[in-house]
């Protein structure tokens, strides 16, 4: 009985090390996902952490004030779809510029799903 009660522990301690592990690539790749309302419709973006530091934010503020700025970004759009395992997901979807004479505002968006990080 000892030795199965150690391998159990052994076996906890292990998911629990894939477990973190897998939480600290999901943290490493997040995504922050805005919504982009243009003269013409809505579309859902996503940045990277990387990305925001790059445009010197995290927030929409700093994606408004670089679109302001620079007058286009190339960014991904982002939509709802399955996931390999059937799972709803937002996924990146294309690789698109924005204008700035075209967009109206740029604010926060959350979705119930996982994110998908774009390459």
């Given at each position: 009985?000892?030795?199965?009660?150690?391998?159990?522990?052994?076996?906890?301690?292990?998911?629990?090390?894939?477990?973190?592990?897998?939480?600290?690539?999901?943290?490493?790749?997040?995504?922050?996902?805005f919504?982009v309302?243009?003269?013409?419709?809505e579309?859902?973006?996503?940045?990277?952490?990387?990305?925001?530091?790059?445009?010197?934010?995290?927030?929409?503020?700093?994606?408004?004030?670089?679109?302001?700025?620079?007058?286009?970004?190339?960014?991904?759009?982002?939509?709802v779809?399955?996931?390999?395992?059937?799972?709803?997901?937002?996924?990146?979807?294309?690789?698109?510029?924005?204008?700035?004479?075209?967009?109206?505002?740029?604010?926060?968006?959350?979705?119930?799903?996982?994110?998908?990080?774009?390459?």
């Amino acid at each position: 009985m000892p030795h199965r009660a150690g391998n159990l522990k052994r076996a906890a301690l292990a998911a629990c090390l894939v477990a973190g592990a897998s939480a600290s690539q999901a943290q490493d790749n997040k995504v922050s996902l805005f919504k982009v309302v243009t003269v013409k419709d809505e579309i859902v973006i996503g940045l990277s952490d990387d990305e925001m530091k790059a445009l010197g934010g995290s927030d929409a503020s700093a994606v408004a004030h670089t679109l302001a700025q620079k007058g286009d970004m190339t960014v991904w759009q982002y939509n709802v779809h399955r996931g390999p395992n059937g799972e709803l997901q937002q996924a990146p979807t294309a690789k698109i510029g924005l204008l700035a004479n075209a967009s109206l505002r740029v604010e926060p968006y959350s979705t119930p799903y996982t994110i998908v990080p774009h390459q």
